[in-house]
């Protein structure tokens, strides 16, 4: 350009340079006001000033352009920036004019509000919101508005996004000049820290009030923290246990490898659960249920170990309880018939390993029920016990005293030389029941005991069962041999021992089915050869087979089967009485046997009264036959049941009289009508003088007591003829007649008697 002035005597800048000239500024100016050779220097110069002071305005104005526009730009620039950064958060941006309208907001927003900027933009922030949110929005306005500064709050919120919590910043937006002109706010979802925030202290709730103790170690098992209930259990406090290892609460009471093991099983499956003995800071040793479990980071590496504890000591202490409830008897202590069961099948497993020998002594107390019956339940404990201490004198250390029940006992005893050694224990078992026992009442009380015996192997029982099945054999045949004894078992005791169980159940079903019936066997009058009177016995149509009572009464009486079915007996006699008076059969009397149980079941008059209703037949057409036994052990108890019995009006006799232990002084007691002299009396008549004066002195005894005598089993001519000269009121046996059905008897009775020889 210097180069174009000097050549030129007129120099306009052309377009290109007067944009140089522009961006040169005030050198371009002056560089543009060179004198012009033809013209006045005036001229010239006012031409350059014009020309210079057009060019400053311009310039001015050029300038302030440039400057707007590149204000306007930078704006441009910093609102996009804005915008950028606004839209690319997650937080809501927004501002607000004072009359909380919105004046902008960014994408956050208008998510959170499900509506475009185009929706929101001028419309107060309140309107998208309803209470009690917009009500929260208005008065954090006004706080900033009232306050001037920065409002911040944490809240939940319904926004389009569902109820969240945010963390709502608010604050003033002013003018320049310092005017408050509207609010802003920037709004965190703080949602998930929230729930972060609760999860955790749930779990801190959690940790410190449960119930379970927990141990939190290091990645070395060093303690980092405990929760109350650690304290509360072992009594270690945090400052006590924290930096040590759960070391520090073991007992003793395990070993190394119990340890080793237990860390193994957590290196290997990441836990290990169990039951281990710890002790507490008190020294006491208790009982817990631990879990460990290993947490491991997203490496996979264990960063910490987890201890949760239960402290078991009740639960074991009622464990305990349980199975002594469950295992004991709880009057003697000693083992009951399930844990003897367990023991008897130990026992059997060892002896056979060991090839040794095994008894099982099964022992009943004879007379225990006098005992409780007559002074009474606490009596009969006192009773127990003492025989218990007895028994366990007797007992050696490894073999085992139990009580199956009532007054049996059982003794499961090794046997070390042979079955001569049970003999022995068995001996030494009576003699100690045996010996009177002082209660503490002051009484002194005699029993006895039966006992039986199965050996093994030598019976050939494996089992738990079939060796008490067999003892028990045993000491049915104890008892039948006369108590106070011991019988060992045989095979032939083992095949009557099935036997019996499958009559007594065959038995059962026979009453429901009416298998029973009645025989009837006439008591003639000795005299006159007269029926005066029939005994109904029992019979069971089993199949073909008609079994006599001998073989199923025995069992039916080791049950209440006897009740049953002694019942029916005298409903059937009832029955047949007032079948028999239908038919214009006057007979004067049926007789029925009366068992042991029967007698003592205490109801026996209730039940012959209701049978004497319910046929509308006269109870002294009836008559019952009880034996002296039944009255020996309570004869008490047995006279005041007679009374009763004889109150309803049926006659009463003496069956089997002579064969029993029977008082004498007490025969004048029972209110019984007549006394019927045993068979195996009336069988010595045949033998002569000797042989029949047992029957000659209880017809003279009768008689003096004014009770009408009777003869049972009357076989021959001879004994008939005899028993008449004696004065015996009444005859009955074979020779006479059998025992007959009812309608066989009723043509013997319609000819009126029998023959009298
Ligand atoms: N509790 C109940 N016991 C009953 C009942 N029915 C019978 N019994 C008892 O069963 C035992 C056996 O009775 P059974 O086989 O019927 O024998 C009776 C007669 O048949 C038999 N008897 C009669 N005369 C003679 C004879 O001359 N010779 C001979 N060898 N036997 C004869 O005696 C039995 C009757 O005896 P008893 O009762 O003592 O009068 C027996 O003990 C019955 O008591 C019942 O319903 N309930």
New binding site residues.
């Given amino acids: 350009m210097a180069r174009d002035l000097a050549s030129k005597t007129f120099w306009r800048p052309t377009g290109a340079a007067m944009l140089v000239g522009m961006a040169g500024g005030l050198a371009w100016l002056l560089a543009s006001g060179r004198l012009q050779p033809g013209l006045a220097s005036g001229v010239a110069a006012l031409a350059v000033v014009t020309v210079g002071v057009f060019g400053l305005q311009q310039r001015r104005a050029l300038l302030a352009a440039r400057r707007e526009r590149a204000e306007q730009a930078e704006k441009l620039r910093a609102l996009n920036l804005l915008d950028a950064i606004s839209n690319s958060t997650p937080d809501i941006i927004f501002t607000e004019d004072l009359q909380g309208r919105f004046t902008f907001v960014n994408q956050a927003t208008c998510r959170a509000l499900g509506q475009p900027a185009a929706a929101v933009l001028g419309r107060e922030a309140g309107a998208f919101f309803s209470n009690p949110d917009r009500e929260r929005i208005a008065a954090l306005n006004a706080a900033v508005i009232e306050s001037g500064g920065i409002v911040a709050s944490e809240g939940e919120m319904t926004t389009a996004l569902g109820r969240r919590w945010y963390l709502c910043t608010l604050g003033p937006l002013r003018e320049p000049d310092g005017r408050l002109s509207g609010v802003f706010g920037v709004v965190h979802d703080i949602t998930e820290r929230r729930r972060q925030q609760e999860h955790q202290r749930q779990w801190a709730q959690a940790f410190e009030s449960t119930r379970d103790g927990v141990i939190i170690c290091d990645a070395r098992a060093h303690i980092e923290s405990v929760n109350r209930a650690f304290t509360e259990i072992t009594g270690y406090t945090p400052d006590d246990a924290i930096g040590h290892t759960p070391a520090l609460l073991h007992s003793g009471r395990h070993d190394a490898a119990f340890y080793r093991e237990l860390w193994a099983g957590v290196a290997r499956s990441g836990h290990w659960r169990g039951e281990i003995w710890n002790r507490r800071k008190d020294g006491e040793i208790y009982p817990e249920w631990l879990t460990i479990s290993a947490v491991r980071d997203e490496a996979g590496v264990v960063t910490n170990y987890v201890g949760v504890f239960t402290d078991i000591t009740r639960v074991k202490r009622d464990e305990a309880e349980l199975q002594r409830l469950a295992n004991y008897d709880p009057l003697t202590e000693l083992p009951n018939r399930r844990l003897l069961h367990t023991r008897l099948e130990h026992a059997l497993a060892r002896a056979a390993r060991r090839g040794g020998r095994l008894a099982l002594f099964y022992i009943d107390l004879d007379g225990f029920k006098t005992v409780n019956d007559s002074l009474g339940h606490p009596a009969g404990d006192e009773l127990l016990i003492g025989i218990t201490r007895r028994f366990q004198d007797r007992v050696r250390a490894g073999d085992t005293l139990g009580r199956p029940g009532g007054d049996e006992f059982l003794v499961i005893a090794e046997l070390l030389h042979g079955p001569q050694d049970a003999a022995v224990l068995a001996q030494d078992l009576l003699a100690a029941v045996a010996r009177p026992l002082a209660l503490a009442g002051g009484q002194e009380v005699y029993v006895t005991a039966s006992i039986g015996i199965s050996i093994f192997p030598d019976d050939g029982c494996s089992d738990a069962t079939a060796m008490l099945r067999d003892a028990d054999a045993a000491l049915y045949r104890a008892k039948e041999q006369g108590r106070n004894g011991f019988c060992f078992f045989t095979h032939e005791l083992n095949r009557q021992a099935v036997a019996k169980l499958e009559t007594e159940v065959a038995l059962r079903h026979a009453l429901q089915r009416g298998e029973l019936l009645l025989h009837y066997?006439p008591k003639v009058c000795a005299a006159s050869g007269r029926i005066v009177g029939a005994?109904?016995?029992?019979r069971w149509q089993r199949g073909d087979e008609l079994v006599?009572?001998?073989r199923f009464?025995p069992i039916a009486e080791q049950s209440s089967l006897i009740l049953d079915i002694?019942a029916w007996?005298i409903d059937e006699a009832c029955a047949q009485q007032a079948r028999w008076q239908a038919l214009g059969l006057a007979m004067p009397r049926i007789a029925?046997?009366?068992?042991a149980r029967q007698f003592a079941a205490g109801n026996l008059d209730t039940v012959v009264d209701e049978a004497l209703r319910r046929h509308g037949v006269a109870a002294s057409s009836l008559e019952l036959?009880v034996t002296e036994s039944m009255l020996v052990d309570t004869p008490a108890a047995g006279i005041e049941m007679l009374g009763r019995l004889k109150e309803t009006g049926v006659r009463l006799s003496l069956?089997?009289f002579g064969t029993g232990y029977s008082s004498l002084a007490y025969l004048r007691q029972f209110p019984i009508d007549a006394l019927?002299i045993d068979?195996s009396f009336v069988d010595q008549i045949d033998a002569g003088p000797e042989g029949s004066a047992i029957v000659d002195a209880v017809i003279a005894l009768a008689h003096r007591l004014g009770l009408t005598v009777v003869a049972?089993?009357?076989?021959t001519a001879a004994q008939q003829a005899y028993l008449r000269r004696q004065g015996c009121d009444e005859l009955?046996?074979?020779?006479l007649a059998r025992?007959m059905p009812a309608h066989a008897f009723e043509a013997l009775w319609a000819g009126g008697e029998v023959a009298v020889g």
């Fill in positions: 066997q005994e109904a016995l029992l006599p009572p001998g009464i002694g007996v029925v046997n009366v068992a036959e069956d089997d019927k068979k049972e089993g009357v076989e009955q046996g074979f020779h025992p």
